[in-house]
């Protein structure tokens, strides 16, 4: 199975502050076509969890442009240019190259 | 609209059987591979199962053999038949369509005597 750590695993940040979180798969995610099979999602407290970033780079449809994702192969990173309140949550990249499909351990931000 | 409505959970004893619907609307469910994919209390997301476009699915080790999931093109419908359940299949099931861009509210499974 492919193993998705994230780093932090928490983060507390100052509301216009910019964040990052990194994720890392034991296995390259790159596939034949190009793409990396690798999405972020984000669940709100209390929410089921929404796609942010879908295929390492492409935001989702609603997605403000401040949240952006990059990487390649086995190293990922969403970053969020200046945190916002709405912004708390967890935050997960997933892979979908393989089957299982595999989370990382989610990345709790909070704002301070 | 596009959107997922999760339903069939419920308190069940171990060993039980429950049978989970995903329903879908704004779009057919046969045009995109769909996962199921759970959460316990307090834990993080945990994919379950896929059944792709032409049918086949993959499950995850913990369910495999136990959790069917299977679609309904005429009632544009994802399944997943959960027997032999156990303490640890306790969670919210979620279902979420292709690269995971739209997610149900999701169905609380507890298993509990």
């Known amino acids: 199975d492919i193993v998705m750590t994230q780093s932090p695993l928490s983060l507390s940040v100052t509301p216009g502050e910019p964040a990052s979180i990194s994720c890392r798969s034991s296995?390259?995610?790159?596939?034949?076509?190009?793409?990396?099979?690798l999405h972020w999602c984000l669940q709100k407290p209390g929410q089921s969890p929404q796609l942010l970033i879908s295929?390492?780079?492409n935001r989702a449809s609603g997605v403000p442009d401040r949240f952006s994702g990059s990487g390649s192969g086995t190293d990922f990173t969403l970053k969020i240019s200046r945190v916002e309140a709405e912004d708390v949550g967890v935050y997960y990249c997933?892979?979908?190259?393989?089957?299982?499909?595999?989370f990382g351990q989610g990345t709790r931000l909070e704002i301070k | 609209e596009v959107q997922l409505v999760e339903t069939g959970g419920g308190l069940i004893q171990p060993g039980g059987s429950l049978r989970l619907s995903c329903a879908a609307s704004?779009?057919?469910?046969?045009?995109?591979?769909m996962s199921w994919v759970r959460q316990a209390p307090g834990k993080g997301l945990k994919w379950v199962s896929v059944?792709?476009?032409?049918?086949?699915?993959s499950y995850a080790d913990s369910v495999k053999g136990r959790f069917t999931i299977s679609r309904d093109n005429s009632e544009n419908t994802v399944y997943l038949q959960m027997n032999s359940l156990r303490d640890e299949d306790t969670a919210v099931y979620y279902c979420?369509?292709?690269?995971?861009?739209?997610w149900g509210r999701g169905t609380t499974v507890t298993v509990s005597s």
């Open positions: 704004g779009f057919t469910v046969n045009s995109y591979y």
């Open positions: 296995q390259n995610l790159l596939h034949s076509t190009g793409y990396n099979y």
């Open positions: 997933m892979q979908a190259l393989q089957t299982p499909f595999t």
């Open positions: 059944i792709y476009t032409g049918g086949s699915t």
């Open positions: 979420a369509r292709g690269y995971v861009d739209v």
């Open positions: 295929l390492g780079s």
